[in-house]
């Protein structure tokens, strides 16, 4: 079934994605950053027409970047990237909806939200919305199905799951990666009182796995550019 939920879906979101031309500023500006990681080899300071460009991490651009590489400095490459990401969170739906409540509720929530009009036009768009929704998505997926298992391999993998997803949506759009979904974990902890649930949380090494993912593009940016912490930290998450 997953196989034709991404056939189904995979058909519309992918059509014509290279019949019209790029719109300002997102689609332009996104397509560049990427464009210029590949020509200058240098994958740890986005730039935009040369200049550095220190207000979004790089986990889009880089893998807008590969798109590029193998299909060619098109339209239909960069706009390939929100498409793929919104095609994964119907299928993630699909599979959590399955496990959590059965086989029909899988299917009619990846069809409500592969349906939905708002998914559809930023599946379209090369921003970093979808990237991150979906990442957030798959982090909150694998914790509500983490603190049902018991205590074990299973348990283990949906929790190093969640990290995993953490680090990346941290990279996809920032801190929010994992302080919003950090605040809904605790709010439904809190509102429902689970806590009792969700121990054990394999905090130690999901920490370090975190860490492994999100941390050395931080440091490699810090260490390139004097000005990017506050710039990034401070400017961007805070001040703007």
């Not at 969700?198 to 593009?217: E, N, Q, V």
Request: hydrophobic share 55%; proline share 6%; charged share 15%.
């Amino acid at each position: 079934e997953l196989l034709t939920l991404a056939l189904v879906f995979g058909g519309p979101y992918f059509f014509r994605l290279g019949s019209y031309p790029p719109r300002p500023p997102d689609e332009g500006r996104n397509a560049v950053i990427a464009c210029e990681m590949l020509a200058s080899g240098d994958w740890v300071t986005p730039r935009l027409n040369g200049g550095n460009y220190f207000e979004k991490p790089p986990h889009v651009y880089w893998v807008t970047a590969v798109s590029e590489k193998i299909f060619g400095l098109n339209e239909w490459a960069v706009r390939a990237v929100p498409a793929l990401f919104a095609v994964w969170g119907v299928l993630l739906t699909y599979s959590a909806g399955r496990k959590l409540f059965g086989r029909d509720a899988g299917l009619a929530s990846a069809v409500v939200l592969g349906t939905s009009l708002l998914w559809f036009a930023i599946g379209h768009i090369p921003i970093l919305d979808m990237a991150v929704s979906v990442l957030m998505a798959r982090a909150l997926f694998a914790f509500i199905l983490g603190v049902q298992e018991p205590a074990g391999s299973a348990r283990r993998l949906h929790f190093y799951q969640l990290y995993v997803s953490m680090a990346l949506a941290t990279l996809a759009k920032g801190l929010i990666g994992f302080l919003v979904t950090g605040a809904v974990m605790f709010l439904w902890l809190l509102i429902f009182n689970q806590w009792r649930r969700l121990r054990p949380l394999h905090l130690p090494s999901g920490a370090a796995i975190f860490l492994l993912i999100a941390a050395p593009w931080h440091i490699l940016a810090a260490l390139h550019n004097p000005t990017w912490v506050h710039r990034y930290f401070v400017y961007e998450h805070f001040e703007r």
